[in-house]
């Protein structure tokens, strides 16, 4: 990004609820079994919502944290951006939901749909913001609740999801830190690879549409799969370029976090070693737009990510969607 204004990442915080979905639960549910889930997809469990908690509850928990972290108050916050597929309802946004929870007086609000790449949408807008100067400070949320669109009947998805949410504060910075690059992607021609076919305005709900169960995830797992593995290397360079690095300058890795085999695959990719990677798959499954920052969260807590650090953020999903991010870690 050649832009007059640098755009850091001020504050981190993240949110899973605390229910515990174990690979033996799974298997009393529908006909899998731990090995299968553990080998396939190296998930071992994952947090699932109550009845009573939806998305804006998580992000509501994961923003505050965001906001104490970087030491502001909600009133300060000029925009609130967040990236769902699963928001609280069809509209109001849940951003609009969030901006109210948590006090954002002064801030505009808005949801965006870009499957798990979401939080890397919603990093480059809120960026944008910034780096054009029109906003000073931008609160940005990847969270979902895909527990609620899962079909537990189907053992193909249901083994896979979670459910969680993470945000971070965006705020100007010197020129040359921070937000270094942003690249984003789509191919929507492969869209019906992963979707939730109704519930919209080309299928709104019926008697019929429930009966299908279409008001589920239908998902071709393993065309996913195959674009996974070329688009995570793909983008991840791509973005390198836009900021003339390579991939050996990058010092930390916090890819989406989908299956470890597709993870594995980036890694070789990349030429990293396994210690410049963050895991959490095994204890949260894939929660699209949430995985990205609540990673990003548990790795900076955890000192895996210090100031001056180079950190490449990587995602994909559906849409299809990707997108990627380098960022010089400017937080000490
Ligand atoms: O963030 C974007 C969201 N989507 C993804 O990231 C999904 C990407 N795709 C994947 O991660 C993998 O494709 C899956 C984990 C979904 C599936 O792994 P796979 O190695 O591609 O397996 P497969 O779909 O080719 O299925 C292999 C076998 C099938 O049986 P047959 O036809 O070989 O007899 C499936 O019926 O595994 C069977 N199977 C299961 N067995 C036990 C599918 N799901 C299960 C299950 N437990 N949960």
Sequence with gaps: MSSVRGVA????????????????????????????IRTRTGICERRIADANTATSDLCVLAAKRAIADAGISPGELDLIIVATVTPDMMFPAT??????????TKAGAFDLSAGCSGFLYGLATGSQFI???????????????LSKITDWEDRSTCVLFGDGA???????????????SVHLGAAGSGGDLLTLPAGGSRRPTTAETVAKREHYI??????????????????????????????????FLIPHQANIRIIEAAVKRLNLSPDKVYINLDRYGNTSAASVPVALDEAVKAGKVKKGDVVLLVAFGAGLTWGASVIEWSKG
């Design 9 to 36: 990442i001020v504050g981190t915080g993240s949110a899973v609820p605390e229910r515990v979905l174990t690979n033996d639960d799974l298997a009393k549910m529908v006909d899998t079994n731990d090995e299968w």
């Design 131 to 145: 780096a054009a100067g029109l906003y000073e400070k931008v609160l940005v949320i990847g969270a979902e609740t």
């Design 166 to 180: 993470g945000a971070v504060v965006l705020q100007s910075a010197p020129a040359g830190a921070g937000v270094l």
């Design 95 to 104: 951003a609009c939901l969030v901006q109210d929870r948590i006090g954002a």
């Design 218 to 251: 239908h998902m071709s797992g393993n065309e996913v799969f195959k674009f996974a593995v070329k688009v995570m290397g793909e983008a991840s360079l791509k973005a390198l370029e836009k900021c003339n690095k390579t991939k050996e300058d990058i010092d």
